[in-house]
């Protein structure tokens, strides 16, 4: 949004603490500078800069002298076209970077969305919702489980938006390979075949096109790529790996790049009925192949891997092929923050309520604790 705009974008309570605290409102379009300085989606030291130009911690250019030597000393070895780049950004940065005057604005009726937690089990609309909140201290200990378990399947309720540019499907160039899905480290983008009588209920703008295969029937099923842009962190991976790109445009593939504003009130209809549309039969797909495993449904979602992470796909394979009797023995790592980071978690259940038992533990023991 524009500097004009953003006053309007803001919630309620965030406009009164504003208002109460006197504070001085500046923005940048963080992700609009790295692009443009070919940073790709990386903007730390895009903030950084913000911070040290608007803090008075250090005189500005004292700062951002520091910042260029931080910059040189972490970068250098990449080669000196990397240092610039970073450098650029730094500049642009202090060129973009403005400061909002609220005077005379009114306070808004915005409020700050909810998790979409509908049939959820009492647990989560209760406890898991009010942490996620930042209101986890003002629960009680009875409030928790007494055993230290907690409900698996719930990074689904988060939505936390943070993708500025998500997937766009072109089923007109697509092969139905399934290279996509398999790189996705958050199984935010996922392929499905039904029964194409089902599409009498989809939203107006849900996107099929018929199975390519010869265990599939293309006059009685179809077959969707559906991404689910609230929980997609626009790591860029399924464009990256997409093999097939347009004879008449190039660069331009069957999984496009695109901003995620003008899309997400469509694509979050359309998510939702593509959960309602029924699995394959696991007893129809190849499974040995990436194609064949792509289409069985994944049991580990949503988590709170970075973007791009290059761990989470296969343990999001394991649970395609294994997962409704899987029992994991955690070794602290990465995989104890993103698989068991309370409140939520990505390990999660299919529709007969199977799925991954997770437990982890600290010390060097894992073998036996496996066992």
């Known amino acids: ?191 499905k075949v039904y029964d194409n009588g089902l599409l009498v209920d989809a939203p107006d703008f849900f996107k099929h096109t018929a199975p390519i295969g010869k265990e599939f029937f293309k006059d009685k099923e179809a077959y969707t790529l559906q991404v689910s842009v609230e929980d997609c962190t626009g790591c860029n991976l399924c464009y990256e790996v997409c093999p097939i790109e347009s004879k008449t445009e190039p660069g331009y593939k069957a999984i496009n790049m695109h901003d995620v504003l003008p899309l997400k009130e469509t694509e979050r209809q359309n998510w939702d009925f593509f959960l309602s549309l029924p699995d394959i039969d696991r007893t129809r797909v190849n499974r040995s192949t990436v194609k064949g495993s792509q289409l069985l449904e994944p049991l580990f979602e949503f988590s709170g891997a970075c973007s791009g992470c290059g761990e989470t796909p296969y343990l999001k394979l394991l649970t395609q092929l294994f997962g409704d009797r899987m029992m994991v023995a955690n070794a602290t790592g990465c995989s104890s923050i993103f698989g068991g980071n309370l409140p939520t978690t990505p390990w999660t259940k299919n529709s007969e309520g199977c799925g991954p038992a997770w437990a982890n533990s600290l010390f060097e023991d894992n073998a036996e604790f496996g066992l």
């Not at 200990?141 to 689904?156: E, H, L, M, N, R």
Request: aromatic share 10%; with cysteine; net charge neutral.
């Open 1 to 191: 949004f524009e500097k004009e705009k953003v006053w309007d974008q803001l919630p309620k309570k965030i406009q009164e603490e504003i208002f109460e605290k006197e504070l001085r409102l500046f923005v940048i379009n963080a992700s609009r500078v790295a692009k443009e300085t070919g940073m790709g989606s990386r903007i730390n030291a895009i903030l950084q800069t913000c911070f040290f130009a608007i803090s008075n911690v250090l005189p500005k250019e004292e700062a951002i002298e520091y910042i260029k030597k931080g910059i040189r000393k972490s970068y250098g070895r990449k080669g000196e076209a990397v240092v610039q780049k970073n450098f650029d950004a730094v500049d642009k940065t202090l060129e973009n970077l403005v400061q909002v005057d609220y005077t005379g604005f009114a306070v808004g009726n915005k409020g700050i969305e909810s998790l979409a937690v509908n049939g959820a089990e009492p647990f989560v609309q209760t406890v898991l919702t009010r942490i996620i909140a930042g209101e986890g201290d003002e629960l009680p200990v009875s409030a928790f489980p007494v055993d230290g378990t907690y409900p698996s399947g719930t990074t689904k309720y988060e939505k936390r938006n943070i993708a500025d540019q998500v997937p766009v499907w072109d089923p007109s160039l697509c092969s139905q390979c399934g290279k996509c899905f398999f790189v996705c480290p958050h199984a935010a983008i996922r392929p």
